[in-house]
Nanobody, 121 residues
Framework: QVQLVESGGGLVQGGGSLRLSCVAS????????MEWYRQAPGNERELVAG???????NYADSVKGRFTISRDNIKKTMYMQMNSLKPEDTAVYYC???????????????WGQGTQVTVSS
């Protein structure tokens, strides 16, 4: 079984920073793309940032210049440094990884349980 565990969420004042982490554990034979999504109350889940297996990042326009996604393939971990946080960044943040869970299997998408980020004005 594969499990993704997120951490790093919390309550922060506007302009502050947080660093999210997402660690994969269990039967992990390889990880391709990794992404962070977020979902605010009453809104659909939206893509915030992604990073390819080779480390190429991409960002939603709303977070460009403020958020930085990174990964450590040895630690099977993805990070997102969030700076200059705004109240509109308030949401539950979810990680997603495409993981090969068997030596001869394909990549499947797995989700973390979500971590709450709340930015006060």
């Amino acid at each position: 079984q594969v499990q993704l565990v997120e951490s790093g969420g919390g309550l922060v004042q506007g302009g502050g920073s947080l660093r999210l982490s997402c660690v994969a554990s269990g039967s992990v034979f390889g990880i391709s793309g990794m992404e962070w999504y977020r979902q605010a109350p009453g809104n659909e889940r939206e893509l915030v940032a992604g990073i390819t297996m080779s480390g190429i990042p991409n960002y939603a326009d709303s977070v460009k210049g403020r958020f930085t996604i990174s990964r450590d393939n040895i630690k099977k971990t993805m990070y997102m440094q969030m700076n200059s946080l705004k109240p509109e960044d308030t949401a539950v943040y979810y990680c997603n990884m495409r993981i090969r869970s068997a030596w001869n299997g394909g990549f499947e998408a797995y989700w973390g349980q979500g971590t709450q980020v709340t930015v006060s004005s």
